[in-house]
């Protein structure tokens, strides 16, 4: 009986170990330790309807003009000057500019003089060295105040070229 009892005790032992056989040990792990967050960095808000341009690209401000013409003023020399050298630098950009006036004068007129307005901005840009046909001018004439004002101040805003940079139309090649 004795003998029973022992073989009865290896066959179980016997099992257990061909049982576990195929399983893999388990090993207790600890996770890393979780590092402390960088401090936060305070990022202030800028006020601005439209989104950020890319960080290469010029600054697109309006320039103005003085009441009833279309030339250039010497403070906005520097913002076309911008504007056309990255265009000169980087042909994958077109250019618009739309010509603005204040709400006096006929709308006849108006639409003339924004686009002599318009035409002076693109050719100082063409000046610098970019290609005409990348140039486009639209003439709003007295359509799209950017102040509603009847005054001096409001006719000030209102007076002026804006400039938007598009990528270009790439020709798909024939077969």
């Known amino acids: 009986m004795k003998r029973f009892a022992l ?11 061909v049982g576990c056989a195929g399983s893999k040990p388990q090993v207790k792990t600890t996770p890393p330790p979780i590092a402390a967050a960088p401090p936060a ?10 989104p950020a341009p890319e960080a290469s690209s010029p600054r697109l401000d309006a320039i103005h ?23 000169a630098d980087d042909a ?15 709308v006849e ?10 035409q002076a901005a693109r050719d100082f840009i063409v000046r610098i060295g970019v290609d005409a ?26 007076r002026r070229d804006e400039f938007q940079l598009e990528l270009r139309q790439q ?4 077969p």
């Open 92 to 106: 994958r950009h077109t250019l618009t500019i739309g010509g603005h006036t204040d709400e006096r004068g006929t």
């Open 7 to 17: 073989n009865g005790a290896v066959l179980a032992l016997g099992i257990v170990a």
């Open 41 to 50: 960095v305070a990022v202030a808000e800028t006020p601005s309807a439209a």
């Open 109 to 118: 007129y108006n639409i003339a003089l924004g686009d002599r307005r318009a």
């Open 65 to 87: 003009f003085d009441f009833d013409t279309s030339l250039i003023r010497d403070d906005d020399e520097n913002t076309l000057d911008g504007i056309g050298r990255y265009l």
């Open 171 to 174: 020709a798909q090649a024939k």
């Open 133 to 158: 046909q990348r140039i486009r001018t639209v003439s709003y004439g007295k359509a799209q105040p950017v102040d509603g004002g009847h005054d001096e101040a409001a006719w000030a805003k209102n």
